[in-house]
């Protein structure tokens, strides 16, 4: 019987898992199950839990009349809280017994806006929440109005992808007693704290912060009393800091962060807290992936991360002193969520035959469990044939040098008739310094071009993360140059075997989009393009972006002062007049991170330079992440309108 084909209804049955909240000292897991909502255009979060030691069959801990997130264990195991809206009144706490019974709101004194949930204290008496606190310096009314009142910004950023303006407000940590809902701030000042948490002995708060003055982007690591009390800088060297860890005896914290301005590289580190002496684990080609948490064993001595290993997330276990590392096996499948339970790992993994689900092993990667089938629907669809291979490419030196790619075929039974040749998507990814994405989410018309007879790649070319710091390196400075060729080498190598032939397209998000771009302003190659958020024109990007004004010059080599030249010939709207592909330009209205200018300024020089087919897509009420986490309606219309463009563009006799 053959399976139906992909279709973006499919978005409806996807379910999302993430944010694992457990302990070493747990028997529960407790995590948000996310799914799309047809008639609302919405989404409904559910909590769910299940004990993996004893064969971990989940449970829904809450309904999806009412939403859900930001779950946190007790340390005694009795109850979980989390934040919810149910009662109309913003989001609150609420606790919801683990041995049966309704959750219910803590009456909390304070009015300050709740963000999230970071730890419970280690006796379980308060919750570590951070909350929005107003500042009337900032966006004060100074002219009367009746309407909203002027923003007024004199630091950068001032603004942030998905948040819009941030004036006007302060994000700091709150402790709740959990007995009296008295909130008590943790942290005070001109400044916004990330995250938080306390030491296991409960007597110190370490928190990560970001500076004060003209530019705030950067991160510091804040150590203090269990009350917030004789704060001091611990961390300062770093520029952004993703996640920390207390060791079990709280004399180390580990942390994942960057070092230099605007790299997105991620690297692992240790701080001695009494000393401050702080250190790099393994070396400087050992990157974390971006959502990696970090996960002490009990030991001491060992900790459990997401690394990024040549193209996938995997699990890798660091034995601290030493410096070394060993990765769990994981076949082509990818870790997205890492935490532990009791004496085991748990972990969310995907790949392009099967989504995410919750699995769990032992530290050493032995007697592996799939907890949940959230997403045993996919199984029914036609799952692509999928490989990761290597391609011969220039090195852009005068040499050669290997990369890999992901190579997705259409489904086929047996081994009636020819393997192609297919029409080909060529798929860049974002960054440049990431790496090619499994996530169904931000490749669902992957799967509609795939179920059309498409065949797809995807390469990890240089500038990619995960191979390495030089190889990442690379490409600063030389956006397009470099990477384009390789691109089009495993094109031409694709074509040479007969799995390809003239009917190609290339499409991409982000950096992605400005490689789209950029390739179809320097080859007649692609019949049709799809370029989503791009980068189209460097230096306004650089200004009008929220991380733009320090993630460019690092990514360029240079401000524009510097090299004016650079930023112009390596802009993709420089080169419009050469432009043959019917182009697709996807955007976000409030895109903070590649803005909405960006698509308007490509989509405008390509209307009066040539007579190229082009159309402009603007989502309204659309973040950067519009494809992956936007409203339902509009992630329907992206997808599905992607892979009908290329396809009717791509495929025509005549294009």
């Not at 306390?198 to 690591?221: C, F, I, Q, T």
């Not at 410096?323 to 790992?345: F, I, K, N, P, W």
């Not at 047996?414 to 060529?426: A, E």
């Not at 089009?488 to 074509?495: A, G, M, P, S, Y």
Request: negative net charge; hydrophobic residues 35%; aromatic residues 8%.
């Amino acid at each position: 019987m053959s399976k139906a084909p992909f279709t973006t209804d499919d978005l409806f049955l996807h379910r999302t898992l993430s944010t694992l909240s457990s302990g070493p000292a747990q028997q529960w897991l407790v995590f948000p199950v996310k799914r799309a909502l047809r008639d609302a255009d919405g989404y409904e979060t559910t909590l769910w839990g299940l004990r993996p030691a004893q064969g971990g069959q989940p449970r829904a801990l809450t309904t999806p009349v009412f939403d859900a997130s930001h779950p946190r264990l007790r340390p005694d195991g009795s109850c979980v809280a989390f934040l919810s809206s149910r009662d109309k009144g913003g989001l609150q706490v609420h606790l919801l017994p683990l041995d049966g019974g309704e959750a219910t709101p803590l009456v909390r004194k304070g009015d300050e806006a709740l963000s999230s949930l970071e730890a419970w204290s280690p006796d379980g008496k308060r919750l570590m929440a951070t909350a929005s606190v107003d500042c009337v310096e900032d966006g004060e009314d100074k002219g009367g109005s009746a309407g909203r009142p002027a923003q007024v910004a004199t630091y950068l950023p001032y603004k942030s992808d998905g948040n819009g303006i941030t004036v006007g407000y302060r994000m700091h940590l709150l402790a709740i007693d959990v007995d009296s809902g008295e909130s008590t701030a943790l942290t005070k000042g001109d400044f916004d704290v990330q995250s938080g948490d306390w030491s296991p002995d409960g007597r110190r708060l370490a928190y990560v912060r970001k500076g004060e003055g003209r530019l705030r982007h950067r991160y510091a690591l804040w150590v203090a009393g269990a009350d917030g009390d004789n704060a001091r800088a611990l961390v300062e060297r770093l520029a952004s800091i993703q996640d920390f860890a207390w060791s079990p005896d709280g004399r180390r914290i580990a942390i994942a962060g960057t070092e230099i301005e605007g790299d997105s590289r991620v690297g692992l580190w240790l701080v001695e807290v009494d000393s401050g002496t702080l250190r790099q684990l393994v070396d400087e080609d050992f990157e974390l992936s971006t959502s990696s948490t970090l996960h002490w064993h009990p030991d001491g001595v060992r900790l459990a991360v997401i690394a990024d290993l040549r193209g996938q997330h995997r699990i890798a276990v660091v034995e601290v002193d030493a410096g070394s590392y060993e990765t769990l096996a994981c076949g082509l499948r990818s870790v997205e969520a890492l935490g532990q339970c009791g004496d085991r790992l748990v972990y969310v993994d995907m790949g392009m035959r099967r989504l995410n689900e919750v699995s769990s092993c032992g530290w050493d990667g032995s007697h592996r469990h799939r907890h949940t089938r959230f997403n045993d629907w996919f199984l029914a669809r036609p799952l692509p044939r999928v490989r990761k291979r290597c391609f011969e490419v220039p090195d852009g030196n005068g040499g050669t040098e290997r990369i890999e790619a992901w190579v997705l075929l259409p489904a086929k039974d047996g081994d009636q008739g020819p393997d192609g040749p297919y029409p080909l998507l060529v798929d860049m990814h974002g960054g440049p310094h990431s790496m090619v994405l499994t996530d169904y989410t931000a490749h669902t018309y992957w799967y509609l071009l795939l179920s059309k007879g498409w065949a797809i790649v995807a390469p990890n070319a240089v500038g990619s993360t995960s191979y390495g710091k030089a190889f990442a390196e690379r490409l600063i400075g030389r956006w397009g140059e470099l990477d384009l060729p390789q691109y089009l080498f495993v094109v031409r190598t694709l074509q040479e075997e007969g799995l390809a032939d003239e009917r190609l397209a290339c499409a991409g998000k982000s950096y992605g989009g400005f490689l789209s771009a950029w390739a179809i302003g320097h080859t007649d190659l692609f019949k049709a393009a799809a370029v989503a958020a791009p980068v189209a024109n460097i230096l306004s990007h650089m200004g009008t972006s929220d991380s733009g004004y320090y993630v460019t010059p690092f990514a360029m080599g240079a401000g524009p002062d510097e090299a004016p030249e650079l930023y112009s010939r390596l802009s993709p709207v420089t080169y419009c007049h050469n432009v043959r592909a019917a182009t697709l330009i996807l955007q976000g209205e409030n895109d903070g991170r590649c803005p909405r200018g960006q698509s308007e300024e490509l989509f405008a020089h390509l209307m009066r330079c040539n007579q190229a087919k082009a159309e402009l897509v603007v989502y309204p009420e659309s973040s950067h992440a519009e494809a992956e986490s936007g409203r339902p309606s509009n992630r329907v219309d992206y997808h599905s309108r992607l892979a009908e463009w290329l396809d009717a563009h791509a495929t025509r006799r005549d294009a």
